[in-house]
Structures are given as structure tokens and as C-alpha cells.
């Protein structure tokens, strides 16, 4: 079967990515470690020590990233339908993190501990329908909203990437109606032509 022209285009641009050889330069799995990095360095979120979840982590750069920023003596745990390549300092959970069992895996994991940062890079698998896309993507979202309102502490951080689109306005209102503070970035690592965001909140109410 013949590559689709959109398939070669993406390729191209794949390979010709900047983030993407700095990637490969720099050790990281996926050129999206360059958002959360560029995210981190303007907001401070990642400190030693603390405890962070990473929802959808495969193939790990935003786990990459964070192992890294909080040192040993933190703890991040990573959670993905997807099985993950073993990462240094990255515990990982493989399942769907609504799961009881999961969720059993993950307090076992805290051991007690505090989650201070909930991160969130998921996305469907895009299908090229707009609507059904963002549909989809929003659901995700949704789900990580949930699960971090239940898990971090009362000062915690939730980090989530968002669609612009339709129920996005919708999204954000409940955010904001569950969190103190809550800001938008758009990293230099996000695509031009992408219509992705990341939500930055903190301070459940």
C-alpha cells in the first residue's frame, strides 16, 4: 500500500522538525518534551523531591522530563493504556487510571505520599473528522480533570493539553469553577498550525 500524500507530508515535516533532532540530540523520547520543559521554566512546576503523576505517558518524554527536574528523591509515576520502555526514575502502571485496580496500583505506589503535580499530554489517535476529534480529545481532557481534582493535594498543579474548538469554552468554565488560578500556555514546541493549548491550573476549590 503507497503512502498517502498527507502521510509523506507529515513524515517530511517530521524529520525536517527541529524538536524532533533536538530530540533525538538531547535523549528524549518524543519532541514534546519541549513543551513541558519550556513550561516548566516560565511557571516552576517541576521542584525536588515532589511527586508526580503523568497521565497517557507513552512513549515517556514528559516522564523524561520530570524524573529528571525533581531528582531522586522525588517520585514519578507514569500511567498509559500503551506499555512504556522502562524509564530511570519513572514508575509505570500500564491500564486505564479509572480503573479500581489502578488506581490500587497507584496509592500502593504513594505509599502514603501526596501527588503536587497531575500532567496530562493525551490525544486521540486523530481520525482527520474535526468534530469527532475534538470530541474525543475533550473526553480525555475531562478524564484528567477528574482524576486530578481526586488526587493532588489541596496546592497542587494540574498541566493538560486542550483543543481549541468546540466545548473548549465549556472546559475551561468548569476548570475554572474547580480551580483557584488557571492560565494558558502555548509552548514554542507546539506546531504553528496546531490548534492544541495547555491549561495550567492550581488551588482546588
Same mark, same amino acid.
Given at each position: 500500500?503507497? #503512502?498517502?500524500?498527507?502521510?509523506?507530508?507529515?513524515?517530511?515535516?517530521?524529520?525536517?522538525?527541529?524538536y524532533v533532532q533536538m530530540a533525538q540530540?538531547?535523549?528524549? /523520547?518524543?519532541?514534546?518534551?519541549?513543551?513541558?520543559?519550556?513550561?516548566?521554566?516560565?511557571?516552576k512546576l517541576l521542584k525536588p523531591n515532589?511527586?508526580?503523576?503523568?497521565?497517557?505517558?507513552? #512513549?515517556?518524554?514528559?516522564?523524561?522530563?520530570?524524573?529528571?527536574?525533581?531528582?531522586?528523591?522525588?517520585?514519578?509515576?507514569?500511567?498509559?493504556?500503551?506499555?512504556?520502555? #522502562?524509564?530511570?526514575?519513572?514508575?509505570?502502571?500500564?491500564?486505564?487510571?479509572?480503573?479500581?485496580?489502578?488506581?490500587?496500583?497507584?496509592?500502593?505506589?504513594?505509599?502514603? /505520599?501526596?501527588?503536587?503535580?497531575?500532567?496530562?499530554?493525551?490525544?486521540?489517535?486523530?481520525?482527520?473528522?474535526?468534530?469527532?476529534?475534538?470530541? /474525543?480529545?475533550?473526553?480525555?481532557?475531562?478524564?484528567?480533570?477528574?482524576?486530578?481534582?481526586?488526587?493532588?493535594?489541596?496546592?497542587?498543579?494540574?498541566?493538560?493539553?486542550?483543543?481549541?474548538?468546540?466545548?473548549?469554552?465549556?472546559?475551561?468554565?468548569?476548570?475554572?469553577?474547580?480551580?483557584?488560578?488557571?492560565?494558558?500556555?502555548?509552548?514554542?514546541?507546539?506546531?504553528?498550525?496546531?490548534?492544541?493549548?495547555?491549561?495550567?491550573?492550581?488551588?482546588?476549590?
Open positions: 500500500m503507497q #503512502p498517502s500524500k498527507t502521510s509523506k507530508q507529515w513524515m517530511r515535516e517530521h524529520v525536517n522538525d527541529p540530540k538531547d535523549g528524549y /523520547r518524543s519532541r514534546a518534551a519541549y513543551k513541558l520543559l519550556e513550561i516548566n521554566a516560565k511557571d515532589m511527586v508526580v503523576v503523568d497521565l497517557g505517558a507513552t #512513549p515517556g518524554g514528559w516522564s523524561q522530563v520530570a524524573a529528571r527536574e525533581i531528582g531522586r528523591g522525588g517520585k514519578v509515576i507514569a500511567l498509559d493504556l500503551l506499555p512504556l520502555d #522502562p524509564l530511570a526514575g519513572v514508575d509505570f502502571i500500564q491500564g486505564d487510571f479509572r480503573d479500581d485496580a489502578v488506581l490500587k496500583q497507584l496509592q500502593d505506589l504513594l505509599a502514603g /505520599r501526596q501527588v503536587a503535580l497531575v500532567i496530562s499530554d493525551m490525544a486521540p489517535n486523530m481520525s482527520g473528522v474535526l468534530n469527532a476529534d475534538l470530541a /474525543r480529545a475533550l473526553y480525555l481532557a475531562e478524564l484528567a480533570m477528574e482524576f486530578a481534582y481526586e488526587q493532588l493535594q489541596a496546592d497542587g498543579y494540574f498541566l493538560v493539553k486542550v483543543f481549541q474548538g468546540a466545548g473548549f469554552e465549556d472546559y475551561l468554565k468548569l476548570m475554572r469553577s474547580r480551580f483557584s488560578k488557571v492560565v494558558t500556555r502555548k509552548p514554542k514546541a507546539s506546531r504553528d498550525r496546531s490548534s492544541e493549548l495547555y491549561l495550567l491550573a492550581t488551588g482546588k476549590i
